[in-house]
C-alpha cells in the first residue's frame, strides 16, 4: 500500500511539473538581459488599439474558455504541433528603415522570418525603406506584402479609390519586383465590418491584416463571436466577425506609448502575449490560437511608434531561447472545405 501510494504521488507531481512547463513563459532569459524581477500582469489586460485610442481587451479568457470546451476539431491540414505548441507571426508596418538597418539583423541572427507591410507612397521618403532595402529583405526569404498606395483610411473611399489603394498597391509591388503579394493590412485595423472594403480585398488578395487581439485563429473560432469556421460571410450575406479578411494582431507600439518606453514592463507585455496561444493548443492538440506582434519603428528615439533596439533584439532571444516557431503570415493557407485557415 506505501509503495502504492508513493507511485500515485510521484505520477501527479510529473503530470505537474509538465504542466508547469507548458503553462508557464520562461523568463530566465528576461533576468538575463534586464538583471531585474517583474510584476505580473495577467493577459486579460493585454493593450490593443485601435487608430489612436487605447483599449483594453477584456473578452479573451471568455473566447479561451469557449475553444477549450470545443475539443479537437477536425479537418486541419499540417497544423499539428510537431514539438511545439509556440508559434508566433511578427509583422512590421510603415516602411520604416530601421525595419532594414535594426531590425533585420537581429532577425537574421536567428534566422526569423517576419512580414513586411509596404505602403507604395513612402517608399525613398527620408527615414522610408527604398526598394532596393525591399527587395534585400525578400531576397533574405523575408515576407512583402501590401499596405496601400497612401496609407489612407479606407472608410468613405469610393470603388474607384478602394481599388486604387487597394488594387493598386499590389500592382506597384509587382512592378518592383516583388513576387506575388496575398495579404493586405488596413490603415488602423478598423475595417472589418465595412463590405466594400473587405469585398475590395478579397478581389486581389487572399487574406487581410485587420483588427487586434490577443491571438489569432486558424478556425476564426475562439473569439466571443460563436463562430465555428472562416466564413466570411454567414448565411444571410453579412459579413462575418472573424475571417480570413480579419486577422488580428497585438499592436507593441500601444505597449511603447502607454508605458512610455519603460522596457521591462513591455518585455513582460510581450512574454505574455507571446504566450497567449500556448494553453489553447496544448490542449486540443494542434495550433490553433497564434499571437501576431506587430512593430513600427526599430530604434531609440523615444518616439511613440517606436521600440527600443535592445528590447526588441531580447525580445527575439526570448523567442530563441524558449522554443517559438517564428513564421510568416505567408504561411498562412486556407481550406476551403472546410472553411479554416491553416500553416502551409
Not at 492538440?285 to 519603428?297: E, F, W
Request: hydrophobic share 35%; charged share 15%; proline share 2%.
Amino acid at each position: 500500500m506505501t509503495s502504492s501510494n508513493s507511485t500515485v504521488k510521484l505520477a501527479f507531481y510529473i503530470i505537474l511539473g509538465l504542466s508547469g512547463y507548458f503553462l508557464l513563459p520562461n523568463l530566465f532569459s528576461f533576468v538575463d538581459i534586464f538583471a531585474a524581477s517583474q510584476k505580473h500582469t495577467g493577459h486579460h489586460s493585454i493593450i490593443i488599439t485601435t487608430g489612436e485610442a487605447t483599449k483594453i481587451h477584456s473578452s479573451h479568457n471568455n473566447a479561451i474558455a469557449n475553444i477549450l470546451a470545443k475539443g479537437k476539431p477536425n479537418g486541419l491540414i499540417n497544423n499539428s504541433l510537431n514539438g511545439t505548441s509556440k508559434v508566433v507571426i511578427l509583422t512590421f508596418g510603415d516602411t520604416e528603415k530601421s525595419q532594414f538597418t535594426m531590425a533585420k539583423p537581429i532577425l537574421d541572427q536567428y534566422g526569423y522570418k517576419a512580414s513586411f507591410f509596404i505602403t507604395c507612397n513612402y517608399v525613398g521618403q527620408t527615414h522610408r525603406l527604398n526598394w532596393n532595402d525591399i527587395v534585400t529583405l525578400q531576397q533574405d526569404g523575408q515576407d512583402i506584402e501590401s499596405k496601400g498606395m497612401t496609407h489612407t483610411d479606407l472608410n468613405n473611399l469610393s470603388s474607384s479609390a478602394l481599388d486604387f489603394e487597394i488594387g493598386g498597391s499590389k500592382l506597384c509591388l509587382q512592378t518592383h519586383g516583388i513576387n506575388s503579394p496575398n495579404i493586405f493590412a488596413a490603415v488602423h485595423g478598423d475595417v472589418g465590418n465595412n463590405p466594400a472594403v473587405i469585398d475590395t480585398i478579397s478581389k486581389y488578395y487572399g487574406y487581410a491584416d485587420d483588427g487586434f487581439a490577443n491571438v489569432m485563429f486558424l478556425h476564426c473560432d475562439g473569439y466571443d463571436s460563436n463562430q465555428t469556421d472562416c466564413q466570411t460571410h454567414d448565411g444571410n450575406g453579412i459579413l462575418s466577425y472573424a475571417n480570413r479578411y480579419s486577422i488580428r494582431e497585438a499592436s507593441h507600439n500601444s505597449w511603447d506609448a502607454r508605458y512610455v518606453h519603460d522596457d521591462q514592463t513591455i518585455f513582460q507585455k510581450f512574454v505574455e502575449e507571446v504566450n497567449s496561444g500556448v494553453e489553447v493548443n496544448n490542449k486540443i492538440g494542434m495550433v490553433n490560437a497564434i499571437p501576431i506582434v506587430a512593430y513600427h519603428i526599430i530604434d531609440n528615439s523615444k518616439d511613440p511608434s517606436s521600440t527600443d533596439i535592445n528590447l526588441f533584439a531580447a525580445e527575439m532571444k526570448y523567442l530563441h531561447e524558449n522554443g517559438f516557431k517564428v513564421v510568416p503570415m505567408s504561411a498562412l493557407g486556407y481550406d476551403q472545405s472546410t472553411n479554416y485557415m491553416y500553416l502551409e
